[in-house]
């Protein structure tokens, strides 16, 4: 007889379980309901769940996937519930167990980055394609620079005329970017511009999903 969860473990894979119900969490591999250590830590408030996710994929009960960006040395794991840990939850709740559709058995491309990178990288593709923000030419005869500033700007002017939320990014995010070799920088003038390189512009991200219904 199988051995029930232990009380680390339930309400992880509780929580897992029902993202997949609900259509939520990231998408990956074709399929909803994967979430990074942090996610599930916040929603289920309880520490330590990087340490227990990893026990449970070592016991099949949750599958790991890597999503680190290209090149980058220290992996970005997020998390899904196998069919085998949903057969666990609904043996120790004395349920029927819920159906698990597996994930594509291919490669992701996409990454998981966090929000202010995401927001920074949306910024410097906007200013690269003057959609929504028309920066100057910082760069005699190079297009694409922009100033943290006036990606800001733009954005605070979108929000109050169209009453979306704002995207937030800061410092730190972009340094990231150009650390990693996603984004130019240089100073002109005492003020600090960027641009995509080529790397940057190719980056795809990974998007949390709200739970429908």
């Known amino acids: 007889m199988k051995s029930s969860l232990s009380l ?46 990893r026990a449970l994929a070592k016991r099949g009960l949750v599958r790991q996937l890597d999503v680190r960006p290209p090149g980058g040395t220290r992996s970005v794991f997020i998390y899904r519930i196998t069919q085998k840990g949903a057969d666990r939850v609904a043996a120790t709740a004395g349920i029927a167990p819920a159906v698990v559709t597996p994930p594509f058995a291919g490669r992701e491309t996409r990454v998981y980055l966090r929000d202010g990178v995401v927001a920074a990288i949306s910024g410097l593709r906007d200013a690269a394609g003057e959609t929504h923000i028309r920066p100057r030419e910082w760069v005699l005869g190079e297009t694409g620079w922009c100033s943290a500033r006036e990606i800001s700007r733009a954005w605070e002017k979108a929000a109050k005329e169209s009453g979306a939320a704002e995207f937030y990014f800061v410092t730190d995010d972009m340094q990231w970017l150009v650390r990693n070799g996603f984004a130019e920088h240089q100073v002109v003038n005492a003020v600090h511009v960027y641009r995509l390189t080529p790397a940057g512009a190719a980056l795809q991200a990974l998007e949390w999903n709200e739970p429908r219904g």
């Open 8 to 53: 680390a473990a339930a309400p992880i894979l509780t929580y897992l379980l029902h993202l997949i119900a609900r259509e939520a969490g990231i998408h990956a591999l074709a399929t909803r309901g994967w979430a990074t250590a942090s996610y599930v830590e916040a929603d289920t408030r309880q520490w330590g769940t990087s340490d227990e996710l």
